[in-house]
């Protein structure tokens, strides 16, 4: 088709898996893609970024319902996984306790990045992705923001019909 991407051809197999998780060589995506994965795919671990909004690679993944959950550049592989879209929080106290995957489960759920929802919460990008990244976790007060904010998105999930 005119006008599609060369990686339209990984997008379409992605979606035809039924896998929650699955991991390819880079050789067995260049036969899907038929085509050669670029120099950059092969050394560079920011190509497979997530983040890549935009970019041809990231859409195909992305727009089929995945994200890339782990590349291994010395063994030339991928795995494409589902985003958790769930989120678990713990009670510590009159606090709820929020790790590194309830606090990105529940941005992925607002569909939001990590610039947007940092805006959201009024903090820094960098400090979402540090907490996404497990390098610390939120402080009480916003602990206590996260929660209600997560109140706000069940409420609205509820009324939507």
């Known amino acids: 088709m005119i006008g599609e991407s060369k990686y339209q051809p990984l997008q379409e197999y992605l979606e035809n898996s039924n896998a929650a998780e699955t991991t390819l060589t880079f050789t067995e995506i260049e036969e899907i ?51 958790v879209t769930t989120y678990k929080v713990e009670p510590v106290k009159d606090t709820v306790k929020w790790n590194s995957e309830s606090i990105k489960a529940l941005r992925q759920k ?8 940092a805006m959201e ?34 409420s609205n999930n509820k009324t939507e019909y």
């Open 33 to 83: 893609i038929g085509n050669t994965l670029p120099d950059s795919a092969r050394t560079k671990k920011q190509w497979w970024g997530n983040r890549n909004k935009g970019a041809l690679q990231a859409d195909s993944w992305m727009k089929a319902g995945y994200v890339v959950k782990k590349i291994n550049l010395d063994e030339k592989k991928v795995t494409f996984g589902k985003p």
């Open 110 to 117: 607002m569909g939001l990045t990590q610039s947007e929802f």
């Open 121 to 154: 919460l009024g903090v820094r990008q960098q400090t979402v992705s540090e907490w996404e990244n497990g390098v610390y976790e939120p402080r009480r007060m916003a602990s206590k923001y996260l929660s209600k904010v997560a109140e706000n998105v069940e």
